[in-house]
Every structure is written in C-alpha cells, then in structure tokens.
C-alpha cells in the first residue's frame, strides 16, 4: 500500500497548473510584468527621439506705453521734396511731413508660426536607446528570475502537503493494526491467556501514533494555508493530488560538472551582470563621443501681423541648421570615464563573486540529493525488514509464542520505516525541484 516515489516525476498536468495560476495572480509577478511593461516604453520612448517634431506657436500682444522709437521722416524727405518742387516747378512732392514716433513695443499684433524640427546628428539619442533596450533585457532577466523562484516555493509547498496527507495514510494503516492487535488482546484476556496489562501496553502505543496524528494533521493545515495563500486561492480550498507523482523511475545520473556549467550560463545573476557590463560599456562610449558635435535640421512657416491685416505679414518661410559643440568640459568627461571604468571593475569582482556562490549552491543541491537517494534506498531495505519481522512475530504471538513487547517493538520498527520512506521520497521531489531551479533546467 506504499506509495513509490522517482526522481524523474516532476511532470504533472496538475502541478503544473497550479503553477501558472499562482504565476497569473502573483501580485509580486504582476508588478515585475509592469516594470517590464513600463522599460519597454522607454525603448519606445528613446527611439522616437530621432522621430520630427512639429510644433504650432502662436502670441497675441497688445501693448501700450514704454519706449518709442523716433522715425525723422519729416527733417530727411522735407528738404529733399522741397529741391524737386524747385527743379520740376511744380508742387507734386509734399514739404510738410511731419517726423514720426511709435510704441516701441508692438500692438494689436499677431505672431504664429508652424514648424518641423529632426535631429540629424546627436550620439546621445543613439546611446540612449541602446541603454534602455539593454535595460528592457534586464527587465526580463527579472521576471524569468521571479518566474523560477515562484514555481518552485509551489512546488514546494505542494510537496509538503503530499508529505503530510501521505503520512497520515500510513498512521492511519498502523493504527489499524494496533487495534487488530488490542481486539486479539482483549480476546486473551477473555479466555484467561494473558493479564489486561496487555492492554494497556497497545493503548499506550495507539496514543502515542494519535499523537502523530495530531502533528501532522497540523502540519497539513499549515501546508494548505500556505499553497492557497501562493495561488492567491480562498485558504480552505482542497488540493488535487496528482498520483501521477509517485511512480517508479529510473533515476537520472546527475553530472556535477554538466549542472555546473548549465547554471553558470542560465542563471539570472550572470545574465544581470553581463547586461550591467553591456549598459558600462554603452555609456564609455555615450561619454567618449558627448564632446562630438550634434547637428539638427529646422523649417517653419508663419506669419507677422498687426491689427489683423493679414495681407501685410505673411507668409514666413524659414529653415535652418542647428549646430552644437562642447568644445571645453572642465574636465567633467575624464572624470566620467573613470566612473565607469570603477564600475567595470566592480562588475568583474561581482561575477568571480556570484560564480563561487552559485558552483557552492549547485554542490549542495547535488550532494543533497544524492544523500536522499541513498537514504531511500536504505529506507527500502528497512521497510522489507521490518516487515517481514513483523509478520514473523505477529505470526508467533498469535500462536503464543512471542511476548506482546516484541509485536510493539516489531510493529512500531515498521511504521517508522514506512512513514521515513514516504518522508524521503517527497523530500527527494523537493530537492529535485530546488535544483531545477538552482540550474535553471
């Protein structure tokens, strides 16, 4: 009636269900989703720079008062039109113009204009896109890590929760037993063939596997809470368990070096890092090439007028090139430079750093399993064992010829073993599932 646990039997359509509906309603996933979101409109953002711009600028001014301008129209045509008159001996050119003063400050006037703005040349712009779409690839480094490490805290408490409900299965089957053991007691007793301390002694034991009991059952509640809780799920909703879990496999030989290497090159810490020398690099250059000139390309059409009189002011056509040089930093560029070159370094002590933390996780994962692999095969050979002394003793107590302390013991000897098999057996799908996470498999 055991059940048999393998090594391969991670796949469950259950299982695997259960894990994209707490993948769905994650709130801690959901934010990283947005972040992402949010990263890739900035990529969007940073490419629509080097998109024209049109812009529309329009200003009515009325103005009244300050400085004028004087125009001496009046003392320069006055003299020159009174010569002509007496050369011509005629009056065709008026002599009484009068010198002309106005607000300096225009009035009643109109100032609109429609225009179309490109950059042609500016290194910032084609850094910075490069930067934000490097960032975007972060952003997902970030929810491919939130992913794996969501997967497994279900798969975990999943297991957890089969460890539970598992054990008290085999509780429940001993006790059974133990109270075959007290009917078979109670008919000695009957038949003067043994003393009631017989009792006694098995009823000790049934409470002391009713104590058990009680703990696990515990320890299921909390196995509940917690994967409902994941699955954001109401807390008292029942478990489907996947049989499908516990089949007899072959176990696959795990190689060190192979699981290693394979989570030296998927794990996200060492994607990050890449990418954070990717952004140093791109912004070296962004720095190194911010004292070239940028170059832009400008055209409006608009008009100019006052009190309305359109046929006067318009249209305005211009177009130009904008140019800009930094030619003197102060310095600020070099000490830029060797920021980044600061960073660099720091970034190489981070990746010698993550490689020794990782390669230390992966042997512990390992020789983890390994540990537990041996451990069930021990368990195995205890349980066959046990059992068969067990059904050797019970055999000779029911023909009186064992003592009830030896049944007890014989008894007690097989449910430990039992319940240890099944305890290591879960505990070997948990430490398959923390190494498929640790490498990334």
Not at 97 to 123: G, H, R
Request: net charge negative; with cysteine; charged share 25%.
């Amino acid at each position: 009636m055991l059940l048999c646990f393998g090594v391969q039997s991670q796949n469950s359509a259950i299982l695997d269900q259960y894990v994209e509906q707490a993948l769905a309603n994650n709130l801690i996933f959901k934010s990283i989703n947005l972040q992402e979101a949010k990263q890739a409109s900035k990529v969007d953002q940073a490419k629509k720079l080097w998109s024209p711009n049109v812009d529309f600028n329009a200003s009515y001014l009325l103005a009244e008062g300050g400085r004028t301008l004087l125009f001496p129209i009046g003392d320069l045509f006055n003299p020159a039109y009174g010569t002509l008159n007496q050369l011509t001996g005629t009056e065709e050119f008026p002599t009484d113009l009068e010198n002309v003063e106005t607000q300096l400050t225009p009035n009643n006037f109109i100032d609109a204009n429609l225009s179309v703005s490109k950059p042609l040349l500016n290194s910032a712009i084609k850094y910075n896109v490069k930067i934000q779409q490097a960032l975007l690839q972060m952003s997902e480094v970030d929810r491919q890590e939130q992913r794996n490490e969501l997967t497994f805290q279900v798969k975990q408490a999943y297991f957890n929760y089969i460890k539970a409900e598992q054990g008290l299965k085999i509780l429940s089957q001993n006790l059974a037993l133990l109270d075959d053991v007290l009917v078979f007691n109670k008919k000695l007793i009957k038949y003067d063939k043994a003393t009631p301390d017989v009792i006694s002694d098995v009823e000790y034991q049934i409470s002391l596997l009713n104590s058990q009991v009680e703990g696990l059952k515990e320890q299921q509640v909390l196995s509940k809470i917690l994967f409902n809780t994941l699955l954001y799920q109401d807390l008292e909703q029942d478990i489907e368990i996947d049989t499908a879990l516990f089949t007899d496999q072959l176990r696959t030989p795990y190689n060190f070096k192979a699981l290693t290497s394979q989570a030296l090159a998927q794990r996200p810490e060492f994607k990050k890092l890449t990418l954070a020398g990717q952004v140093n690099t791109l912004n070296e250059k962004r720095i190194d090439e911010s004292n070239q000139p940028t170059l832009g390309v400008r055209g409006a059409i608009g008009m100019q007028v006052q009190e309305f009189s359109f046929d006067d002011g318009g249209p305005l056509y211009t177009v130009g090139l904008n140019l800009g040089w930094k030619i003197l930093d102060g310095g600020l560029r070099k000490k830029q430079l060797e920021e980044i070159q600061i960073n660099k370094e720091e970034n190489q002590i981070q990746t010698q750093i993550a490689q020794q933390q990782i390669t230390l996780q992966v042997a512990q994962a390992y020789h983890n399993l390994r540990s537990l692999y041996t451990k069930l095969d021990a368990e195995e050979a205890a349980i066959r064992a046990a059992r068969t002394s067990y059904e050797a003793i019970d055999k000779r107590y029911r023909n009186d010829r064992a003592l009830l302390i030896e049944l007890l013991t014989a008894q007690s000897r097989l449910t430990s073993s039992q319940l240890n098999k099944v305890l290591v057996g879960i505990d070997i799908l948990i430490a398959e599932a923390d190494l498929r996470r640790i490498t990334y498999e």
